[in-house]
């Protein structure tokens, strides 16, 4: 790719914000804004021209030649709604928007709506009219609340919702006959009230890839609390607590790319940036609102501060001669962004312009995006309504919104209006009591992984064989060598397990050799609780791209944890695939095989008896279970794992969560020598938990009971439990006990005592 010669239609504050970032790349040589405002004046590279109109299309495309322009950015939605993509396609110059057909989408509210229809695409009911007579009966008819949309562009404000029968005629008689939006008007869409949270998806789109930014949430009332007038939007900030990993990929499952497909089978593949509007209802359940086909104001200026990516490299691949999205990574950050707008005074409705402005240096982190001003002379002065705003970044929405607010100090003119109450909605569910998390909205189902034992223990028994029972549920799987055909061998038994999310954590501190000791843990740990001596390993790494460095202290993290358990490391595999793990991203899995004599074999459900203890030994943290939901509670809080830990002012988030799981199997094999059959059975505690993985090793006819009372939550569970159901505790993490041992009740301070000799806390 040359270098890439920009010209950006447009002056709003979204303009400012792509000019901003475009610049950022070091594929751009240089960008003209027409007419661009005083914010993209002050920008490097970045120069603002007036002498063509940005509605003179054959005018721009004259510009563009002569000045070796190469790439088309038009900003609002006019231009490309009257098809300026075709003028420029047809002079050989990429443009990142859609064609006019496609721009339909958001050029008429009719077409769009009868497009979700005709492609099962989730949306509100609705009817079109033209007829104002007509579109009055069938209010009249109508029992449920309505939404009224002006069909054609209305700068964002085409929508009223009435709270009554007659505000809704008022509504009607405004748009189609007084025309309070012009010829937007002549048609109009009656569509169902929905009711739930809004959310703003932007999403790059090449014709057949998509791929979309964080989740925003914006706000359109001009007054707090979310009342007043509509507005083309007071403030926006993203990621959002709504937007969780399983409702944006139902999202992109059932709407986004349904939406892409349908627009490429119609015959106008879209190709730039789909701007999706979503109503989640209270049940999860997401509709879309409407479709716009370019970038949002002031969503973009909220979710590019998150993109880490070169934009100009994505946009390039969307509007290049050969799409190739699909090639291009799109990362984004995993702070937090808010944008706080600043208005003329008596906006959205008759506001004075040329007010003179005065905008201050903003420090790192928080950035002012221009929408409406010029410069005149010297004086920067308002131009429009939405005159300016201050972003802010930081490591959690209230570090941002906090910041945006220092920001919009940095402002000042006469009248200057805007919202105090911007993400208000994020943070009055953060303060509800009943927002406590649980393992499924983290996207981990245990019932699921249950369900899914108990439905193939049909198929696995078939292959049972001599020495194999071929029964599963049990922590490890068992070949009784002797009866398989080699009289006199022991038994063989193998174990499996990988390290799961926790790894994700492990990329983010770049720390590689402490789950090397998890993989082997989680293995040797399910060994020991049978009976079985580990004598080896074998371990599975799977990665995008082989970082040397990164898979060298991995393994040598598994090597250690074999020496801690006394088995060899025998063999391994290490495979790249990029196209199934992306960026830095990599999983590990491990085996595990041990030995034993039958006499050795645990559990002893048959020697159990009621009176029997348990007796717990000590996890050395969260182990390698639950850390989905770890994460969750780390991003639901705002917090990156480079901060402080909040139980541990010693260490970070991060390296305290990478404290490796325990290994138990020494002890507890120095304690069955030592004691011979005063244990009869052990149980390491894993997913599930207490609850689940106690009652596995005991008979049915008896139970356990624990009294959680009895040893003292460790720290790192008291902080996670802040967010945690209590019974979702229970079932997601060891709650600081990471094995339980079943011991004769007169035995139990002999089996102790070798315990504690040998280093472990009962």
């Given at each position: 790719m040359?270098s890439l010669?920009?010209?950006?239609?447009?002056?709003?504050g979204?303009?400012?914000?792509l000019?901003?970032?475009l610049a950022?790349?070091p594929?751009?040589?240089?960008?003209v804004a027409?007419?661009?405002?005083?914010?993209?004046?002050?920008?490097?590279k970045v120069?603002n021209n007036?002498?063509?109109?940005?509605?003179?299309f054959?005018?721009l495309?004259?510009?563009a030649k002569?000045?070796?322009?190469n790439l088309v950015?038009?900003?609002?939605?006019?231009?490309?709604?009257?098809?300026i993509?075709?003028?420029f396609?047809d002079?050989?110059?990429?443009v990142f928007?859609?064609?006019?057909?496609?721009a339909?989408m958001?050029g008429?509210?009719t077409?769009?709506?009868?497009?979700m229809?005709k492609?099962?695409?989730?949306?509100a009911?609705?009817e079109?009219f033209?007829d104002?007579?007509?579109?009055c009966?069938?209010l009249k008819?109508v029992?449920?609340?309505?939404?009224?949309?002006?069909t054609?562009?209305?700068?964002?404000?085409?929508?009223?919702?009435?709270?009554?029968?007659?505000?809704?005629?008022?509504?009607?008689?405004?748009i189609?006959l007084d025309?309070a939006?012009?010829?937007?008007?002549?048609?109009?869409?009656i569509?169902?009230?929905?009711?739930?949270d809004?959310?703003?998806?932007?999403?790059?789109c090449d014709g057949?890839?998509?791929?979309s930014?964080p989740?925003?949430q914006?706000?359109?009332?001009?007054?707090?609390?979310?009342?007043?007038?509509?507005?083309g939007?007071?403030?926006?900030?993203?990621p959002t607590?709504?937007?969780?990993?399983?409702?944006?990929?139902?999202?992109?499952?059932?709407i986004?790319q349904?939406?892409?497909?349908?627009?490429?089978?119609?015959g106008y593949?879209?190709?730039g940036?789909l701007?999706t509007?979503?109503?989640i209802?209270p049940?999860g359940?997401?509709?879309?609102?409407?479709y716009?086909?370019r970038?949002?104001?002031?969503e973009t200026q909220?979710?590019?501060?998150l993109?880490e990516s070169d934009l100009?490299?994505?946009?390039y691949?969307?509007?290049?001669?050969?799409p190739?999205?699909?090639?291009?990574?799109?990362?984004?950050?995993?702070?937090f962004?808010?944008t706080?707008?600043?208005?003329?005074?008596?906006?959205?409705e008759?506001?004075?312009?040329?007010?003179p402005m005065k905008?201050?240096?903003?420090?790192?982190?928080?950035?002012?995006f221009h929408?409406g001003t010029?410069?005149?002379?010297?004086q920067?002065?308002?131009s429009?309504?939405?005159v300016i705003?201050?972003n802010?970044?930081g490591?959690?929405?209230?570090a941002?919104v906090?910041?945006?607010?220092?920001?919009?100090?940095?402002i000042?003119?006469?009248?200057?209006?805007?919202r105090?109450?911007i993400?208000h909605?994020?943070?009055?569910?953060?303060?509800?009591?009943?927002?406590?998390?649980?393992?499924?909205?983290?996207?981990v189902?245990?019932d699921?992984?249950?369900?899914?034992?108990?439905?193939?223990k049909?198929?696995v028994?078939t292959?049972?064989?001599?020495g194999?029972?071929?029964v599963?549920?049990?922590f490890?799987g068992?070949v009784d060598?002797s009866?398989?055909?080699?009289p006199?061998?022991?038994?063989?038994?193998?174990?499996?397990d990988g390290v799961?999310?926790?790894?994700?954590?492990?990329?983010a501190?770049?720390k590689?050799?402490t789950?090397g000791i998890d993989?082997v843990?989680m293995?040797v740990?399910?060994?020991?609780?049978?009976?079985a001596?580990?004598?080896?390993f074998?371990d599975?790494?799977?990665?995008?791209h082989?970082d040397v460095?990164?898979a060298t202290?991995f393994?040598?993290g598994v090597?250690?944890g074999?020496?801690?358990?006394g088995?060899?490391?025998?063999?391994g595999?290490?495979?790249e695939?990029?196209?199934?793990y992306t960026?830095?991203?990599y999983?590990?899995a491990?085996?595990?095989?041990?030995?034993?004599?039958a006499?050795?074999?645990?559990?002893?459900k048959?020697?159990?008896v009621e009176?029997?203890?348990?007796?717990?030994?000590?996890s050395?943290g969260v182990?390698?279970?639950g850390?989905?939901?770890?994460?969750?509670?780390?991003k639901t809080r705002?917090l990156?794992?480079?901060?402080?830990?909040?139980?541990?002012?010693?260490t970070?988030?991060?390296?305290?969560?990478l404290?490796?799981?325990?290994?138990?199997?020494k002890p507890?094999?120095a304690a069955?020598?030592?004691?011979?059959?005063?244990?009869?059975?052990?149980?390491?505690i894993?997913?599930?938990?207490l609850?689940?993985?106690?009652?596995?090793?005991l008979?049915?006819?008896?139970?356990?009971?624990i009294?959680v009372a009895?040893?003292?939550?460790?720290?790192v569970?008291?902080?996670?439990?802040r967010?945690?159901?209590?019974?979702?505790?229970?079932?997601?993490f060891?709650t600081g006990?990471?094995?339980v041992?079943?011991v004769?009740?007169?035995?139990?301070?002999?089996?102790?005592?070798v315990?504690?000799g040998?280093?472990?806390r009962?």
């Open positions: 040359s010669r920009i010209l950006l239609i447009g002056n709003g979204r303009e400012h914000a000019a901003w970032k950022q790349s594929l751009v040589e240089s960008i027409v007419p661009g405002n005083g914010g993209t004046a002050s920008l490097p120069t007036v002498t063509v109109s940005a509605d003179d054959p005018g495309v004259e510009f002569k000045n070796g322009i950015v038009p900003g609002p939605e006019a231009p490309l709604v009257d098809g993509e075709g003028f396609r002079a050989g110059i990429p928007g859609p064609s006019k057909e496609a339909r958001e008429s509210k077409f769009s709506k009868d497009f229809k492609h099962n695409i989730p949306t009911a609705y079109n033209s104002y007579t007509k579109a009966e069938y008819t029992k449920h609340n309505v939404v009224i949309k002006a054609g562009m209305a700068a964002g404000k085409g929508v009223i919702i009435p709270q009554t029968q007659e505000e809704a005629l008022q509504a009607l008689k405004e189609m025309k939006f012009g010829s937007a008007g002549d048609e109009v869409v569509e169902e009230f929905l009711v739930g809004e959310l703003s998806i932007l999403s790059f057949t890839t998509i791929k930014l989740a925003a914006d706000h359109k009332r001009i007054g707090e609390g979310d009342t007043g007038l509509n507005t939007g007071m403030g926006c900030y993203a607590k709504l937007a969780t990993p399983q409702l944006i990929a139902r999202v992109e499952r059932e986004l349904p939406t892409i497909d349908g627009m490429r089978k119609d593949p879209f190709r940036c701007f509007g979503l109503m209802a049940d359940t997401p509709k879309t609102l409407e716009n086909v970038f949002g104001d002031p909220t979710v590019l501060p993109l100009a490299k994505i946009m691949a969307c509007a290049g001669p050969v190739y999205l699909e090639d291009i990574p799109v990362k984004v950050s995993n702070k962004s808010t706080v707008v600043v208005a003329a005074p008596g906006y959205p008759s506001y004075p312009k040329n007010i905008v201050g240096d903003a420090p790192k982190d928080i950035t002012i929408a010029t410069l005149k002379g010297d920067l002065v308002t429009g309504g939405r705003a201050a802010a970044v490591e959690s929405l209230r941002a906090d910041k945006a607010y220092e920001g919009v100090k940095l000042n003119f006469d009248g200057m209006y805007y105090k109450d993400a909605r994020a943070f009055r569910k953060a303060d509800d009591a009943s927002s406590k998390l649980t393992y499924a909205q983290s996207g189902s245990i699921a992984g249950n369900e899914l034992v108990d439905r193939i049909a198929a028994a292959t049972r064989r001599p194999a029972d071929a599963i549920g049990g490890g068992e060598l009866a398989a055909g080699h006199g061998a022991p038994i063989i038994v193998g174990a499996i799961g999310t926790k790894l994700i954590i492990a990329q501190m770049n590689h050799d789950v993989l843990a293995n740990n399910d060994l020991v609780v049978q009976g001596e580990p004598f080896m074998l599975y790494y799977g990665c995008s082989l460095s990164v202290a393994v040598e090597a250690k074999c020496i801690q358990a088995c060899a490391l025998v063999g595999e290490t495979a695939m990029p196209d199934l960026g830095d991203d999983d590990a491990g085996a595990a095989i041990g030995v034993m004599k006499a050795q074999r645990l559990p002893r048959d020697a159990m009176g029997d203890a348990l007796i717990a030994l000590a050395s182990h390698s279970n850390f989905s939901l770890v994460r969750k509670i780390v705002g990156q794992y480079t901060n402080p830990c909040p139980w541990d002012n010693n970070t988030l991060g390296e305290a969560l404290t490796p799981t325990r290994i138990y199997v507890l094999l069955i020598e030592k004691t011979g059959t005063a244990i009869k059975g052990m149980a390491h894993t997913g599930g938990g609850t689940e993985n106690v009652p596995r090793m008979p049915k006819h008896l139970a356990g009971e009294d009895s040893w003292e939550l460790p720290p569970f008291e902080w996670l439990g967010s945690v159901e209590p019974k979702e505790m229970a079932r997601a060891n006990v990471g094995m041992i079943a004769e009740k007169e035995r139990v301070e002999e089996v102790v005592k315990l504690e040998a280093g472990r009962c």
